[in-house]
């Protein structure tokens, strides 16, 4: 009777391990991330069969019950639990993505000055900047600047990918494809051309298109070639207040020159700060800033100040043109003091004793300028002069 129980027990444990093989592997992989302990297979089970003959098959069957059932119910529960958190977590990094191929602060920086020219103009019409032709007038430019933005990434897309700064950027790694960045870039700048075209008025539309097409077909490639690409790049990068005032007037007026002129001047000591912190990068890939041209610092130096003693004259132009009062021109001054003590600051690049020094200074010199053109520019538009 014992052989032939034993017998038995083992038909019943050759029909469970042909049940175990039908287990897929992924199951088992499962179950072991539920923390359910290793699948046993049917090696170990068959020989845990042999080395323990007095062992009843129901332990077998029960074993391999209890198991069959874990997997079951684990697996949708990792699948339940997980899938939602890959999704949210694509979409929170293509939108990521997105704002980095458009470059959300820069364009941020065109609306805020844009709005700058929108309001003076406003105020030099007699009418409120309160108005639906506000928001119609900083879409379009935003749209065009984020596209031209996105274009210029595909552009650079090789040299990006070359610099620790910008390898990150989702053309230069590969998160976005070229056909998709451009045709989204190309989208933003007729959308927003037309639409400042048929909203505002056909100067505006125009002035936006060309802002356009100097950043990305002009400055661009020449960043390559020549260290006046700075110089050549102001333009465009000059242009948001003039469209905003051009927006309200529909005209290009001396007020609007000389918004153009502040954020023109304002330019240089701002990129010199940011090409002394990088100059290792754009020697990486091959960009001729002056840094990298000229690694002593002298010229960089130069440039940055003589346009840090110009921005306080220039900055003062408003008021000699009655579209700002008096508080306007003192705070205009301070601010150009300022900005001109920490130029003069970086001037100690050149002799720092090394080089997390000399990006120190150059990083502070950043920071104020950064502070300093929206401080600027609140100023001028609280103490705006209208009709």
């Known amino acids: 009777m014992p052989r032939r129980t034993r017998s038995t027990n083992l038909s019943h444990n050759s029909k469970n391990f042909w ?12 179950l072991d991330i539920m923390g359910s302990g290793p699948v046993r297979t049917t090696q170990s089970i068959a020989s845990n069969a042999v080395m323990t003959p007095a062992a009843p098959a129901p332990v077998i069957s029960a074993t391999l019950v209890v198991e069959d059932q874990a997997i079951a119910s684990s697996e949708p529960a990792v699948v339940a639990e997980a899938h939602p958190h890959l999704r949210a977590g694509e979409t929170a990094s293509r939108i990521a993505d997105y704002a980095e191929l458009f470059k959300f602060r820069v364009t941020s920086l065109v609306v805020m000055t844009a709005w700058a020219g929108f309001y003076l103009a406003s105020m030099h019409s007699g009418i409120s900047s309160i108005q639906p032709g506000l928001i119609v ?9 984020a596209g ?8 650079e897309r090789k040299l990006d990918a070359k610099m620790i700064r910008t390898a990150q950027r989702p053309m230069a790694s590969g998160r976005i494809s070229l056909p998709h960045g451009v045709l989204l870039g190309m989208a933003a700048i007729v959308a927003g051309a037309l639409w400042l075209t048929y909203e505002t008025n056909l100067i505006t539309g125009t002035l936006t298109l060309i802002t356009a097409f100097s950043y990305v077909a002009v400055y661009t490639p020449l960043k390559r070639h020549t260290t006046l690409a700075t110089f050549i790049g102001a333009f465009p990068g000059a242009m ?4 905003g005032w051009t927006a309200v007037r529909g005209a290009i007026e001396w007020p609007a020159v000389a918004l153009f002129a502040i954020l023109f001047v304002w330019q240089f000591p701002h990129f010199m700060a940011i090409a002394w912190l990088y100059k290792e990068d754009y020697g990486r890939a ?4 002056l840094p990298v041209v000229q690694p002593d610092g002298w010229s960089t130096v130069l440039e940055a ?9 220039v900055s003062l132009v408003p008021v000699y043109l009655h579209i700002a009062g008096k508080i306007y021109g003192v705070t205009a001054v301070l601010l150009g003091l300022v900005y001109l003590g920490y130029t003069i600051r970086f001037a100690r690049i050149t002799r720092a004793r090394s080089i997390v020094e000399s990006k120190m200074y150059a990083r502070d010199l950043l920071k104020v300028s950064v502070i300093y053109l929206p401080v600027l520019l609140t100023v001028l538009m609280l103490n705006a002069l209208g009709k």
Request: hydrophobic content about 55%; overall charge positive.
């Open 19 to 30: 049940w175990l093989k039908r287990v897929d592997p992924a199951s088992q992989h499962s």
């Open 137 to 145: 007038a900083l879409v379009g430019i935003g749209l065009v600047s």
């Open 148 to 155: 031209a933005a996105a274009l210029n990434e595909a552009l």
């Open 240 to 243: 948001p207040p003039l469209l």
């Open 286 to 289: 091959g960009i001729r800033m």
């Open 305 to 313: 100040l003589t346009y840090a003693v110009l921005m306080i004259p």
